[in-house]
């Protein structure tokens, strides 16, 4: 079963949806679009993906592990054997995974049933799913299956935890977001993650806003310039983020018609006076205050008290440590 689910990716069976966080894309023909094209196939902040585009990612993992079979299963485990299967959490967590985990057994012939909903904060020893179907399958899905669950529960845990510092240091008003600091191969799941942890997505692309740093300003010019060739060629449906330094170049970007200001390598200090020099310009309240860069857990309170609206971590994402957790595999009365 495990090798029928790395066969081909066209079907003539019809898919049904996948609904992760509100109802899926439409899109014709989404059978044929590969792995590499998934970002662009209506992946905005809800991260809905119809089905078989998310089957898509699952089957390269599967394809990774495999090779051309478990070799030591096939050796020591009967083709007739059925199994069950169970997987626990190990520590406190906030978990996210289980819809996938759910598409990756039945790609494979397995059942799945989920014991906690991704969202779900759990306690230490908590089963969030159960599974049964041949034992071969099971044991040949079992490190790829974890590795989702583990990762992203790990990025959903982190995420949480800072969006309760933040919301207690700034009584709710500061948003925690991610960047594009992502494994490759694994924006969608860590992204989604991410928003199942209740923090913010920020740009999941480089199409979905304009943000001009450092290395552009070098290149294309002043910044009043950089953010008028922008506004002049970009749609006006994208917003157009400028990052910057020092107090005084926050000022300037919002001058100049910047959406939203980045405070990037600021000190609290050095943010709290870009908030207060904006606010005595009278521009406070129509830019996006964001900082970024160098903010980690020990210091985020420092940072929410400041007066931005946003702050991105870069860690949640590519520094998250994985959750714990354990795939226990019994043998069943009956096969599958």
């Known amino acids: 079963m495990v090798d029928q689910a790395l066969g081909s990716r066209r079907s003539n069976k019809s898919l049904p949806s996948l609904t992760l ?6 899109c014709p023909k989404i059978w044929a679009i590969s792995y ?11 991260l809905d993906l119809n089905r ?34 169970r997987v626990v959490c190990r520590q ?36 969030i799913l159960s599974a049964r179907g041949p034992a071969r399958a099971l044991l040949g899905v079992e490190r790829t299956l974890l590795n989702l ?33 992502t494994l490759p191969g694994l924006r969608y799941f860590e992204k989604r993650a991410v928003e199942l942890g209740g923090g913010d997505t920020h740009r999941l692309r480089l199409d979905d806003a304009v943000l001009i740093k450092d290395n552009h300003l070098e290149l294309a010019g002043s910044l009043r310039e950089c953010v008028r060739k922008a506004k002049e060629t970009v749609s006006f449906t994208k917003k157009v983020e400028v990052e910057v330094t020092t107090p005084d170049q926050a000022v300037e970007a919002a001058e100049a018609g910047a959406d939203i200001v980045l405070l990037d390598n600021m000190t609290p200090k050095e943010v709290e006076r870009s908030v207060t020099l904006l606010k005595a310009k009278n521009l406070r309240d129509r830019v996006i205050v964001e900082a970024s860069g160098g903010i980690r857990r020990e210091n985020l309170a420092s940072y929410a008290k400041t007066g931005v609206d946003v702050i991105s971590v870069g860690a949640i994402t590519h520094s998250a440590p994985a959750v714990d957790m354990s795939l226990e595999i019994h043998a069943s009365r009956k096969r599958g």
């Open 36 to 46: 590499s094209d998934l970002l662009k196939v209506g992946f905005r902040r809800t």
């Open 149 to 181: 669950l583990t990762h992203m529960s790990g990025v959903a845990t982190a995420t949480a935890d800072l969006v309760s510092i933040a919301n207690r240091e700034s009584r709710g008003k500061v948003r925690i977001a991610c960047t594009r600091k």
């Open 52 to 85: 078989s585009v998310v089957e898509n990612a699952i089957r390269s993992f599967l394809a990774e592990d495999l090779g051309y079979g478990d070799i030591t299963t096939n050796a020591l485990v009967d083709s007739e054997r059925g199994g069950e299967g």
């Open 92 to 127: 406190n967590a906030v978990i996210a995974g289980i819809e996938e985990a759910l598409v990756l057994l039945e790609l494979v012939g397995c059942h799945g049933t989920a014991r906690a909903h991704d969202g779900d904060r759990v306690k230490a020893g908590a089963m």
């Open 21 to 26: 966080t509100s109802p899926p894309c439409q």
